[in-house]
């Protein structure tokens, strides 16, 4: 059973930064996309970074230039660098990882983890 497991959130200050991993239980993942997701209070949860099976990259217009999503080398962590963070990156943060299914990509959630920019 696949399991992502979410670390790395905490508080900064504005212009400080985070990194947050997304470990699965042991699962590499290779054939679907992966992405982090967030929700700010009060807001829906939206995409801040995708990585397809091919490896291209993709980020919300907000992060641009400012986060980097990668992963190690074994595919069974997903990362998300956090530099020059503001107060609007406040939000929990969710992992998502595409593994096959009987042939075709099932999307696995991490819990989430907190992460708050204060000035």
């Known amino acids: 059973q696949v399991r992502l497991v979410e670390s790395g959130g905490g508080s900064v200050q504005t212009g400080g930064s985070l990194k947050l991993s997304c470990t699965t239980s042991?699962?590499?993942?290779?054939?679907?996309?992966k992405a982090w997701y967030r929700q700010a209070p009060g807001k829906e949860r939206e995409l801040v970074s995708k990585?397809?099976?091919?490896?291209?990259?993709q980020y919300a217009d907000s992060v641009k230039g400012r986060f980097t999503i990668s992963h190690d080398a074994t595919k069974t962590t997903l990362y998300l660098q956090m530099d020059h963070l503001n107060i609007e990156d406040t939000a929990v943060y969710y992992c998502?990882?595409?593994?096959?299914?009987?042939?075709?990509?099932?999307?696995?959630w991490g819990q989430g983890t907190r992460v708050t920019v204060s000035s």
């Open positions: 998502a990882i595409g593994f096959m299914v009987r042939a075709a990509c099932k999307d696995y």
């Open positions: 042991g699962y590499a993942f290779n054939f679907c996309d």
């Open positions: 990585m397809t099976a091919d490896g291209s990259t």
